[in-house]
């Protein structure tokens, strides 16, 4: 089976709007095959709300989202003001179920790929250790050439198997803004790295057409795997 990870740079780096786009277009193109879709960690209310509001999903509310904690800060810390310890060993048997059962997995990260996912390990080295190929979502905003810099290094360091970047428009941007904030040729001469394309700003987010066009504008051959992405 296969599956993919949708990391970013950072919170509010646009992974929710790029993961709900890749739904969107296969449940609307590829719907004879099944999809499962795993916000592995979550802390406060968000994602895993998200995805049940706008989708139908067949799949458990375990399945969408094994490891929540109440307090919206990082995991490790969520989970230690309730006396817990994040549980991956709950996680991967969640994530490896769903995946034996389905023909593509979307895994939505937390945070950004430096994020901790524990008190021992980033989501970086979870995509290692869990060998998950790993698409990155930089927001288009001043600073975002550095920040791709940056995590692509660290998917470098850890040994991450990145198929690409996603530049998101979190918020409206203009042509020549994108042009300025996050010259492609530039970001990948820099990091080594495709531009798989530009999700643009959606005014409306739960609009499931709106979410699948701006999916078909990305390069789904490299993100999907082969031969539903055509």
């Not at 990391?7 to 004879?32: D, F, H, M, P, R």
């Not at 968000?46 to 995805?51: A, I, K, L, M, V």
């Not at 530009?198 to 409306?204: F, S």
Request: charged fraction near 20%; hydrophobic fraction near 45%.
């Amino acid at each position: 089976m296969a599956s993919l990870l949708i990391a970013g740079t950072n919170t509010e780096s646009g992974k929710t709007i790029l993961t709900a786009a890749l739904i969107a277009y296969w449940q609307q193109y590829c719907w004879a095959y099944r999809l499962g879709v795993c916000k592995l960690v979550q802390s406060g209310i968000g994602d895993r709300e998200f995805y049940r509001r706008v989708f139908e999903l067949k799949q458990t509310d375990e399945q969408l989202n094994p490891l929540w904690y109440k307090a919206p800060i990082a995991p490790p810390l969520a989970a230690a003001l309730e006396g817990k310890r994040v549980d991956l060993a709950k996680a991967w048997q969640v994530f490896s179920q769903l995946e034996s059962e389905r023909d593509w997995v979307l895994v939505e990260g937390a945070g950004g790929l430096g994020s901790p996912v524990t008190v021992e390990l980033t989501l970086a080295e979870l995509a290692y250790q869990w060998r998950l190929p790993t698409v990155l979502a930089v927001p288009v905003k001043l600073g975002a050439i550095a920040d791709a810099v940056a995590n692509v290094a660290l998917a470098e360091k850890t040994k991450v198997k990145l198929k690409g970047i996603v530049l998101t428009c979190t918020k409206p941007v203009t042509q020549t803004q994108i042009e300025n904030w996050a010259p492609i040729d530039m970001i990948e001469s820099l990091t080594r790295t495709p531009v798989l394309g530009v999700l643009p700003h959606l005014k409306q987010i739960k609009d499931v057409e709106a979410l699948s066009d701006a999916a078909a504008q990305l390069d789904l051959e490299s993100l999907m795997p082969q031969p539903f992405w055509a």
